[in-house]
T-cell receptor, first 114, second 109 residues
Framework: NAGVTQTPKFRILKIGQSMTLQCTQD?????MYWYRQDPGMGLKLIYY???????DKGEVPNGYNVSRSTTEDFPLRLELAAPSQTSVYFC?????????????FGPGTRLTVL | QQPVQSPQAVILREGEDAVINCSSS?????VHWYRQKHGEAPVFLMI?????EQKGHEKISASFNEKKQQSSLYLTASQLSYSGTYFC??????????FGQGTRLTINP
């Protein structure tokens, strides 16, 4: 199993550009999450999904959009990139089913907006 | 509401013990602990649930005081591999975690 994979690993965007961060998991997990981590800080939840077709906002959703058309994929869309979105983005998945289980994290995407 | 971790940073010599605390102003259903090494993704350590159930992979002990809305992570006889930043995540009932700001642990030989 590859676990949780994310692409790209690094990206530099200009202000106002858009991009999609890809996230795929092969563990058949129903729960998936997007976090951002600013330098020296903790993880902030952007969006999460409890299954295909169901998404909900986290703590910091402004400036982002998500979709979940399949169990495996959970892409994060950045529209009109701003310097404040410079961060490391982590995707995670969990097999939550009435009881908490561990979250498996992808390797992250390091995004710089200039 | 973000949980508060203390201390913010700890420096130990190999073999020493450390305690990392996590507290919340809200009622907690569970507390989750993760470790992150520099430049890497967080890795799961343990979940502590109401009622005393624990789930974890490593020989790391922790406690969860539901009434005080606090959890503590105990690292005994620390090894160099324990170095990293430790995060607690609190489940406040909405099927999502809110993470603390982290505690940076440095183990020196």
């Amino acid at each position: 199993n590859a676990g949780v994979t994310q692409t790209p690993k690094f990206r530099i965007l200009k202000i106002g550009q858009s991009m999609t961060l890809q996230c795929t998991q092969d563990m058949n997990h129903n729960y998936m999450y997007w976090y951002r981590q600013d330098p020296g800080m903790g993880l902030k939840l952007i969006y999460y999904s409890v299954g295909a077709g169901i998404t909900d906002k986290g703590e910091v959703p402004n400036g982002y959009n998500v979709s979940r058309s399949t169990t495996e994929d959970f892409p994060l869309r950045l529209e009109l990139a701003a310097p404040s979105q410079t961060s490391v983005y982590f995707c995670a998945s969990s097999g939550y089913s009435g009881a908490w289980n561990e979250q498996f994290f992808g390797p992250g995407t390091r995004l710089t907006v200039l | 509401q973000q949980p508060v971790q203390s201390p913010q940073a700890v420096i130990l010599r190999e073999g020493e013990d450390a305690v990392i605390n996590c507290s919340s102003s809200k009622a907690l259903y569970s507390v989750h602990w993760y470790r992150q090494k520099h430049g890497e993704a967080p890795v799961f350590l343990m979940i502590l649930l109401k009622g005393g159930e624990q789930k974890g992979h490593e020989k790391i002990s922790a406690s969860f005081n539901e009434k005080k809305q606090q959890s503590s992570l105990y690292l005994t006889a620390s090894q160099l591999s324990y170095s990293g930043t430790y995060f607690c995540g609190t489940d406040q009932g909405a099927q999502k975690l809110v993470f603390g700001q982290g505690t940076r642990l440095t183990i020196n030989p």
